[in-house]
Nanobody, 120 residues
Framework: QVQLVESGGGLVQAGGSLRLSCAASGRTFSSYFMGWFRQAPGKEREFVAVISWSGGSTYYADSVKGRFTISRDNAKKAVYLQMNSLKPEDTAVYYC?????????????WGQGTQVTVSS
């Protein structure tokens, strides 16, 4: 079992940047793909980005491509999301979770997430 704790959210003006962190517990962190997801008010949770277990492959939703960068540090059992050029439509609660591969469902229960609010 892996427990996930997201942090780093906040209030930022449009065009600004934030760096989200996800701290994981458990021995098998490096075996999983790790992804970031977000849920805006009144909307379903959606995929944002995913990174392979080695960090060698990354994939992004079209809406964030070129603005967001996912990375991971297996030694620290952490995954990050650098968000640049933020837009008001990026406002959401952001979550991390593990996947067996890019197309699989997430594996673990959702954590509390971290709120990102982008003002116009």
């Amino acid at each position: 079992q892996v427990q996930l704790v997201e942090s780093g959210g906040g209030l930022v003006q449009a065009g600004g940047s934030l760096r989200l962190s996800c701290a994981a517990s458990g021995r098998t962190f490096s075996s999983y793909f790790m992804g970031w997801f977000r849920q805006a008010p009144g909307k379903e949770r959606e995929f944002v980005a995913v990174i392979s277990w080695s960090g060698g492959s990354t994939y992004y939703a079209d809406s964030v491509k070129g603005r967001f960068t996912i990375s991971r540090d297996n030694a620290k059992k952490a995954v990050y999301l650098q968000m640049n050029s933020l837009k008001p439509e990026d406002t959401a609660v952001y979550y991390c979770n593990a996947k067996l591969n890019i197309s699989s469902e997430v594996i673990f229960p959702w954590g509390q997430g971290t709120q990102v609010t982008v003002s116009s």
